[in-house]
T-cell receptor, first 111, second 114 residues
Framework: GQNIDQPTEMTATEGAIVQINCTYQ??????LFWYQQHAGEAPTFLSY????GLEEKGRFSSFLSRSKGYSYLLLKELQMKDSASYLC????????????FGTGTKLQVIP | NAGVTQTPKFQVLKTGQSMTLQCAQD?????MSWYRQDPGMGLRLIHY???????DQGEVPNGYNVSRSTTEDFPLRLLSAAPSQTSVYFC?????????????FGQGTRLTVV
């Protein structure tokens, strides 16, 4: 099975940088996803990591260390619209590669 | 391109009533799944399907049934609604043969059981 941990809430200032951590314990690993979810809306895809290292996509970057069972999402130049929940999700190696979600980190960006 | 469409968006049921949440996708995705999202619990997998005629249970399947008669549709049935099933339900789809492909989510159904 999968066990995924994320901080429940974080607050950061507009224009700053924030790092959201995710640790996981899994019986099989086949990739880690980050999703963004605004209140009352569906999750939307941000990033995917399957190999160790940093993936950069504009203001957002995601890092993975498979040996440590650790990932983080880095948000730069924070904007008010970045206030949302950020969900870490791990795909397993089973036949149908099910995805398990963490409980999410609610980020509040303040002026 | 509509993506994943869920209906209804909101629903109130009385305890013991049954209903079906509808989910349809037009991307020809083999893999479809249903999640429920509760405060502090994250998204939890209810049932999933990897193609027409193939379904399997997720981590919280009790009280729910699914079927997959076509690639496009994956309805979720609540057999006898209970207050514990008050939640937001999301349907998602993705191709089954590409591991790095993200899931596409519907807009959710907000269900209240009184």
């Amino acid at each position: 099975g999968q066990n995924i941990d994320q901080p429940t809430e974080m607050t950061a200032t507009e224009g700053a940088i924030v790092q959201i951590n995710c640790t996981y314990q899994t019986s099989g690993f086949n990739g880690l996803f980050w999703y963004q979810q605004h209140a009352g809306e569906a999750p939307t895809f941000l990033s995917y990591n399957v190999l160790d290292g940093l993936e950069e996509k504009g203001r957002f970057s995601s890092f993975l260390s498979r040996s440590k069972g650790y990932s983080y999402l880095l948000l730069k130049e924070l904007q008010m619209k970045d206030s949302a929940s950020y969900l870490c999700a791990v795909r397993d190696t089973g036949g149908y590669q099910k995805v398990t979600f963490g409980t999410g980190t609610k980020l509040q960006v303040i002026p | 391109n509509a993506g994943v469409t869920q209906t209804p968006k909101f629903q109130v049921l009385k305890t013991g009533q049954s209903m079906t949440l509808q989910c349809a996708q037009d991307m020809n995705h083999e893999y479809m799944s249903w999640y429920r999202q509760d405060p502090g619990m994250g998204l939890r997998l209810i049932h999933y399907s990897v193609g027409a005629g193939i379904t399997d249970q997720g981590e919280v399947p009790n009280g729910y049934n699914v079927s997959r008669s076509t690639t496009e549709d994956f309805p979720l049935r609540l057999l006898s609604a209970a207050p514990s099933q008050t939640s937001v339900y999301f349907c998602a789809s993705r191709p089954v043969d590409r591991a790095n492909t993200e899931a596409f989510f519907g807009q959710g159904t907000r269900l209240t059981v009184v």
